[in-house]
């Protein structure tokens, strides 16, 4: 019986690749026709926003979920651990510079990431992990303590959780098939919901990443 499960498995193999697939010279001939239609239909310029944050939004729900769940697993997985008693840190004076330099530029960059992530490369998740860069090169020029008390402070926590809670809301409104005006093609206020998608995305993942980066300064000393 194995013998016919081989001869299939070897047919099945020479016929991915023998036959063609006859969809592909219709998808290759409509390319750019698809490209327009997402546009379009999306409202913004960037395709790619246009299918995470609108034809594919199913995925990108759970894709938050997914990230939510494994900071909690972090957490829960190091909460029985002892704090470790070494914190290794930049202490040479031209390291902290660039590291703060580096922050600042990272920032920046996800600031404009998330605000114009619908009209050009870019988006909530490139914004967030922009973000979360910027955290970590501050993290690892200052104290533990310190960042300890900026991130309760600012109810950062509080915060992500908010942001999770807001995306899930608007994304279902969204699937429901409840849209904002679109507004002017290629314009920072078009697409409707997608750019406060991006900037809602970018701000759970900058502030996971801070969670996370806390977690493992405070049990393992490092990031």
């Avoid at 004076?93 to 530029?105: D, M, V």
């Avoid at 909530?124 to 008390?149: H, K, R, Y």
């Avoid at 078009?190 to 993942?205: D, E």
């Amino acid at each position: 019986m194995k013998w016919v499960y081989i001869v299939a498995g070897i047919a099945l193999f020479v016929k991915m690749l023998l036959v063609a697939n006859p969809t592909a010279d219709l998808l290759l001939s409509q390319q750019s026709s698809i490209v327009e239609l997402v546009v379009q239909d999306s409202g913004v310029s960037n395709a790619v926003s246009g299918i995470i944050l609108r034809n594919r939004l199913y995925d990108t729900i759970f894709e938050v979920v997914v990230f939510t769940i494994a900071i909690l697993g972090a957490k829960y997985l190091l909460a029985n651990e002892n704090p470790s008693c070494a914190i290794y840190q930049f202490t040479d004076q031209p390291s902290i510079i660039l590291a703060r330099l580096g922050a600042t530029i990272a920032a920046l960059v996800g600031v404009e990431l998330a605000i114009r992530g619908h009209l050009s490369p870019g988006g909530g998740f490139a914004a967030g992990v922009a973000g979360g860069t910027a955290i970590g090169l501050v993290a690892i020029t200052s104290s533990p303590q310190w960042m300890e008390e900026i991130y309760k402070r600012w109810h950062a926590a509080t915060w992500e959780k908010i942001s999770v809670l807001v995306f899930i809301v608007l994304s279902v409104i969204t699937l429901s098939g409840y849209e904002l005006p679109h507004g002017e093609l290629g314009t920072l206020l078009s697409g409707g919901i997608l750019p406060l998608l991006n900037i809602i995305v970018a701000l759970k993942v900058a502030l996971g990443s801070w969670a996370v980066m806390l977690v493992f300064i405070r049990y393992r000393g490092l990031l």
